[in-house]
């Protein structure tokens, strides 16, 4: 079973039209949901740590939140550079120690 | 600033055969953490060290091993090679281990043949 779900798999957007990407878990005791962000054939790039419900973080068109059960990433007048493959992560719980697990991402396409 | 370096950046061996994959943290990064993505696939946890000492292990093969130096940096090495071990190997760094932030070096390519 899916620990990290995230939707859509795909989105294709205009430039300037925000959308909202999520990410699903259902891990308890989490310890911290992360986001990246995946350009073709390069490594994940760090985008934000999210602990606890309520709490939000923005960067630039980007801002993350996070519930209980999932957290979103909202991007506000996106432009072509957006494009891209977002992650979500988090630790699920195995054995004594924590495994990092990633979702399957969003591939982003944001059009001119 | 200074990132993730990983060596090689592309590695083409064949069946059977073994390769060794380094990285090297970013300075004072004393977690290291290896992923194995394929093609259209999200970042499989193979296996990550703290302080020079496995912390924890995900699905890494029985044929792979990995070890980190007094320097941190680490090598992954992966013996009779198949197929399906072509990937992008990542391999990640952070300070301390647990929840913190990852910081992803640029992959190495390997192919097997």
């Known amino acids: 079973e899916d620990q990290v779900t995230q939707s859509p798999e795909a989105l294709r957007l205009q430039e300037g039209e925000s959308s909202s990407l999520n990410c699903s878990y259902t891990?308890?005791?989490?310890?911290?949901l992360f986001w990246y962000r995946q350009d073709p054939g390069k490594g994940p790039e760090f985008l934000f740590t999210?602990?606890?419900a309520g709490e939000e973080k923005e960067k630039e068109r980007l801002k993350a939140t996070l519930t209980k059960k999932e957290s979103f990433l909202h991007i506000t007048a996106p432009k072509p550079e957006d494009s891209a493959t977002y992650l979500c992560a988090v630790q699920v719980p195995s054995g004594g120690s924590y495994i990092p697990t990633f979702g399957r991402g969003t591939s982003l396409i944001v059009h001119p | 600033a200074a990132g993730v370096i990983q060596s090689p950046r592309h590695l083409i061996k064949e069946k059977r055969e073994t390769a060794t994959l380094k990285c090297y943290p970013i300075p004072r990064h004393d977690t290291v953490y290896w992923y194995q993505q394929g093609p259209g696939q999200d970042p499989q946890f193979l296996i990550s060290f703290y302080e020079k000492m496995q912390s924890d292990k995900g699905s890494i093969p029985d044929r792979f091993s990995a070890q980190q130096f007094s320097d941190y940096h680490s090598e992954l090495n992966m013996s009779s090679l198949e197929l399906g071990d072509s990937a992008l190997y990542f391999c990640?760094?952070?300070?301390?281990?647990?929840?913190?932030?990852?910081?992803f070096g640029p992959g190495t390519r390997l192919t097997v043949l």
């Open positions: 990640a760094s952070s300070l301390g281990s647990g929840a913190n932030e990852q910081f």
């Open positions: 891990v308890s005791g989490l310890r911290g």
């Open positions: 999210l602990y606890s």
